[in-house]
């Protein structure tokens, strides 16, 4: 039976638009390349953040979106495997630290809950860290969850509701006469179609292209590297201050802030880095080095720390910093999800409700117009 619409991408991303679109009634393939969650979705740390967002409709989305898991950790428990731990952005010391009690102020007035704390207040909530840190502010409803598991059964849920996901099917070009989207060419043959839904990820470009739309969504390059395992050597999510000006950065070149937290396992995972260099999939030695020694500032006992892994990933991003979540008004028919950055955990399952409620002519729960995919068109 023809859908009524294919989502290209069986990301997160990509799943939870299905998922949204099927219990609208909506007839619904799911195509990858690979298997669910086999590409970005799988190799992050399953992060919903508020904390390294600023004020603005990307704040806005964060905060729907960390209360949307509250709906899913409710629907999938034992995937979902929902940690409330919080998180502390970290301050070294002089430089930036004066500025924090107005950030804290600003978030608390965009509504996340915020706490400034001293450098005592800092070592009773995490006694690893290093002793000549100024402070930390403490955003207690960050959360962590388990990226790949709890995607596989959205995916699962999709079947479920008569959905379809076919695993190992690539797709080549979306398919558009001069009115609008017809369907989806893939490496074993065409699907028709009247709606797609792009949610490739950093792959989303080229697909973006066949249909006539520009979207400058790129991969941007980060490393990961797990130690221990150390069992409560850190409770909460820890990161640099200097990460959020890392997140909003331009800049090409490899850039390094201290990013620290367990795994669901036990281990402690090391980040991060990031890096506009292509889908270059090498896990060079030296970044692996800076990381370690830059989280190692922060958490002196991670310097001697065994290391068991490291693998990089690739984060969808646009040039603004913002997603592109939503219609198509240059090519009808097309709706995207795509370009959430580091963030795609946290945001892609409200991304996809949004491109539902958008499809179905339902009211949105956040304004799409900050997100518009045509916002690149000119």
């Given amino acids: 039976m023809r859908p009524d619409a294919v989502v290209v991408g069986a990301g997160i991303a990509g799943v939870s638009a299905a998922l949204e679109l099927a219990r609208r009634g909506v007839r619904v393939t799911v195509i990858d390349r690979g298997p669910v969650s ?34 899913l950790e409710a629907s999938f428990p034992g995937a979902a495997r929902v940690r409330r731990k919080g998180g502390l952005i970290l301050y070294e010391g002089d430089g930036i630290w004066p500025d924090a009690p107005a950030f804290a102020q600003r978030m608390a007035r965009a509504g996340v809950e915020c706490e400034l704390l001293d450098a005592a207040g800092l070592r009773a909530l995490e006694p690893a860290v290093a002793r000549d840190l100024a402070g ?62 792009l949610a490739a990820g950093p792959w989303s470009a080229p697909l973006a292209r066949s249909a006539g739309l520009r979207l400058p969504v790129e991969p941007r390059k980060g490393t990961l590297v797990q130690t221990g395992p150390a069992p409560g050597l850190v409770r909460r999510k820890l990161y640099e201050a200097a990460y959020v000006a890392d997140v909003t950065s331009e800049e090409a070149g490899l850039r390094i802030a201290a990013v620290i937290e367990e795994t669901l396992d036990g281990h402690v995972l090391c980040g991060s880095s990031r890096e506009r260099a292509g889908f270059d999939a090498l896990v060079d030695e030296g970044t692996c080095d800076a990381i370690v020694a830059r989280c190692a500032r922060f958490v002196p006992a991670l ?25 198509s008004g240059e090519v009808p028919g097309l709706h995207v999800s795509t370009g959430h950055e580091g963030a795609g955990i946290g945001l892609a399952p409200i991304s996809g409700r949004l491109v539902a409620q958008a499809l179905c002519g339902e009211l949105t729960d956040v304004p799409l117009a900050p997100f518009s995919p045509d916002r690149f068109a000119g």
């Fill in 38 to 71: 086999g590409g970005t979705t799988g190799l992050g740390e399953g992060n919903v953040l508020c904390s390294d967002k600023r004020p603005g409709p990307e704040l806005a989305l964060a905060l729907a979106g960390a209360a949307l898991y509250d709906e």
């Fill in 136 to 197: 930390a502010l403490h955003f207690p409803a960050d959360l962590q969850v388990a990226p790949r598991e709890l995607t596989r059964a959205l995916a699962d849920e999709v079947r479920r509701l008569g959905g379809t996901v076919r695993e190992g099917v690539a797709a080549r070009r979306i398919t558009a006469s001069a009115a609008a989207v017809t369907g989806v060419e893939t490496d074993s043959g065409t699907i028709e179609c009247g709606t797609v839904v």
């Fill in 303 to 327: 310097a001697t720390m065994t290391r068991r892994l490291a693998w990089c990933g690739f984060r969808p991003y646009l040039p603004d910093h913002l997603p592109a979540i939503g219609p």
